[in-house]
């Protein structure tokens, strides 16, 4: 008998399969990632099942009418070149044909599929690697003093300045997702707050499965004023970890890279971010962190 495709909205037992799928391919996701990603969209993450057996999945994110964002795209191994992956792909183009702006982040060797869809590339995404405290300077790479600035736990400053800070710096507005990305129960968020108590960068640390099955973690998103600052969000969210601890940065932050390999990071792997329609304008400069590749 013909075995039958379908594609429907994932259920909550499979978000744990999914999650293993993702470790596979090296994505290395957070404990928590895919809950978050089927949250921010009712409608957005989807599984591809054979006689309803779940064997590829892919995350359409519509954060609004002019922005969403394609990830999380997998067919198992043993199920590929069989045209499964095409028809995920299709449903999600059609699930987001009214969004002004389409974005995904790209393997090299996937540039091409994309472009013959109309995606068009956009910056380089590297991926960093550090084995936490013991690879940091043991004194601060930038040696600006900043007596009015702190770094506070995420509960000590108010969800609404962060919002509005990361507003200023993300190409669409995302609260919906900001909120429960922050306040997961996984992970740590720092905030720098001046004398008067105002947002001046945040950042946060989660836990996740390396493709070895260990875990590790990987910060994200990472926002702040200056190198300097940033640098000493860094310093605060690695604390005393003694593992694996991935980030996501964006070659369009020209501070980043330096920042990172004085730190001790060791760029691993890159990716390329595309977008179909027109790119929203947005400077990058203060961005030293993408939240997840997943969801842009």
């Known amino acids: 008998m013909k075995e039958k495709f379908s594609i429907r909205l994932i259920s909550t037992d499979e978000i744990s399969d999914v999650t293993n799928w993702a470790r596979l391919e090296g994505f290395s996701p957070g404990f928590d990632d895919v809950s978050i990603y089927r ?15 779940p064997i590829g999945c892919i995350a359409c994110i519509k954060y609004n009418l002019s922005y969403g964002f ?3 795209f997998i067919v198992k191994k043993e199920f590929r070149n069989n045209g499964y992956g095409v028809k995920l792909w299709k449903h999600a183009l059609d699930y987001l044909k009214n969004v002004n702006c389409i974005g995904l982040e790209a393997a090299p060797n996937r540039l091409n599929d994309y472009e013959k869809w109309g995606f068009k590339k956009s910056s380089l995404t ?18 600006d ?6 770094v506070v736990p995420g509960s ?3 969800s609404e300045a962060v919002l509005i800070y990361d507003s200023q710096r993300e190409p669409s507005p995302r609260p919906h997702f900001l909120n429960d990305w922050l306040g997961n129960s996984f ?3 720092s905030a720098l707050v001046d004398n008067n108590g105002m947002c001046h960068g945040f950042g946060r640390i989660r836990p996740c499965v ?3 099955n260990n875990q590790g973690w990987r910060i994200g998103p990472l926002l702040a004023d200056t190198p300097p600052l940033a640098e000493l969000l860094i310093r605060k969210l690695v604390g005393n970890l003694d593992s694996q601890i991935l980030l996501d940065c964006s070659s369009l932050n020209p501070y980043a890279n330096y920042l990172l390999s004085s730190l001790g990071f060791n760029e691993i792997s890159r990716t390329y971010r595309m977008y179909k329609g027109p790119q929203p304008p947005c400077p990058m400069n203060q961005v030293y962190g993408l939240a997840c590749l997943e969801l842009g």
């Open 39 to 53: 949250n921010t969209d009712k409608q957005g993450v989807w599984v591809g099942c054979l006689n309803n057996k």
């Open 70 to 72: 394609i990830g999380l």
């Open 126 to 143: 590297n991926r960093w690697k550090s084995n936490g405290f013991k690879d940091l300077p043991l004194n601060n790479f930038y040696q």
């Open 145 to 150: 003093k900043y007596h009015s600035f702190k």
């Open 156 to 158: 000590q400053i108010s």
């Open 187 to 189: 992970g740590n968020v």
């Open 210 to 212: 390396l493709q070895d």
